[in-house]
């Protein structure tokens, strides 16, 4: 597969096809081979920001945004992302399920370190003095690293089971979901680990919590996977309204203007709605999103959990209130042509 940026020629891009008919007794198989795809930038399609392409195929997959200079955003060094989470100098971390690993990458996506060590790291988050905060969800733990990898206190508590999603407020106090099948609740500690009690659970309107965010006025979001709810809670734990967004919500992020992201890695989509709970964007196309984080310039980043193609995508924050497209600069994949997306579809299902 061959990608090339075109900074003159104004036209949208194209897909270049190759076709091959294999003769097998007693049926024929047929394959395709995406053989070159073409960017091009143009008046219609401003590459400034982060025009994103994310193809799978053949059990390869490829996720490229480009800056206003048409450089990658690479994402290399991934193992099973179950994580993500962006820290005030924009640099990226990202928890590896598998390797119980974090991956440190710059604002730009280039790989910078590798840390940690556990069982199987889940969710992920920077405290307010720039540490990170991951869940080892197999161990009961939640683990504390400097930005650089040393690792500088650990959170055992009997309270944890399964712990998953993690989410700091503004005063550095810690939410955690627990997910295990005895303890379906979120727990609440301060900065340092203390355990501060059972912020919600299921006499609070809670069944099964996976997915947690805060926004900037203090008030806590959590993905119920059981429901298909999301549940908005004040800081101190009032529940203040539950959204019904027919999905799984295994991750959530806030961006600036109090929108709601929610993953859906089941259904391989990220849909965006207000704070009233009305749907505004549905970004499909995606592998298995598990987790998603919102950067300093309000883009928004989404970590594909495949065992195959393990991704980062970037897209761009700037949105229109009603526009149906998804965040502000289209996908690549949104602007192939609807018959080239149902061959590409077709060939991911024979895989």
């Known amino acids: 597969m061959s990608i090339s940026v075109n900074e003159t020629a104004p036209i949208v891009p194209k897909v270049r096809l190759t076709h091959k008919t294999i003769l097998q007794e007693p049926k024929r198989k047929e394959t395709w081979k995406v053989q070159a795809i073409t960017m091009l930038r143009s008046a219609a399609l401003p590459i400034a920001g982060a025009a994103v392409m994310n193809i799978a195929f053949l059990q390869t997959a490829m996720a490229l945004s480009y800056n206003s200079t048409g450089t990658p955003f690479t994402n290399t060094g991934l193992g099973l992302p179950t994580g993500i989470a962006v820290d005030s100098s924009g640099n990226v971390f990202v928890s590896n399920f598998d390797t119980a690993t974090i991956s440190k990458y710059t604002s730009n996506g280039t790989p910078s370190a590798t840390f940690g060590s556990g069982a199987s790291f889940a969710g ?140 859906d890695s089941a259904g391989d989509v990220v849909v965006r709605y207000d704070s009233t709970g009305v749907e505004r964007q549905r970004l499909s196309g995606l592998t298995a999103p ?60 024979r895989k």
């Open 290 to 349: 598990s987790a998603l984080a919102i950067d300093r310039s309000n883009n928004l980043l989404v970590a594909s959990f495949n065992e195959n193609t393990p991704v980062i995508t970037r897209f761009a924050g700037s949105l229109e209130p009603i526009t149906p497209v998804p965040f502000g600069f289209s996908p690549l994949w949104a602007l192939l042509p609807a018959s080239i997306r149902c061959i590409i579809k077709r060939l991911q299902k």
């Open 124 to 263: 992920i988050a920077i405290s307010n003095d720039g540490s990170v905060l991951v869940t080892d969800t197999t161990n009961n733990k939640v683990l504390k690293y400097s930005s650089d990898g040393t690792t500088s206190a650990v959170f055992t508590s009997l309270d944890l089971a399964n712990p998953f999603g993690i989410a700091v407020d503004s005063s550095g106090n810690v939410f955690v979901t627990n997910t295990s099948d005895v303890t379906k609740d979120v727990r609440k500690y301060s900065s340092n680990g203390t355990s501060l009690g059972i912020f919600a659970n299921t006499t609070s309107g809670l069944s099964s919590p996976f997915g947690i965010a805060v926004d900037s006025s203090g008030n806590v979001f959590i993905g119920d996977i059981d429901t298909s709810k999301v549940l908005k809670y004040s800081n101190t734990g009032t529940l203040l309204q539950a959204l019904t967004v027919g999905l799984l919500p295994n991750s959530i992020a806030i961006d600036s203007s109090g929108d709601i992201l929610v993953a």
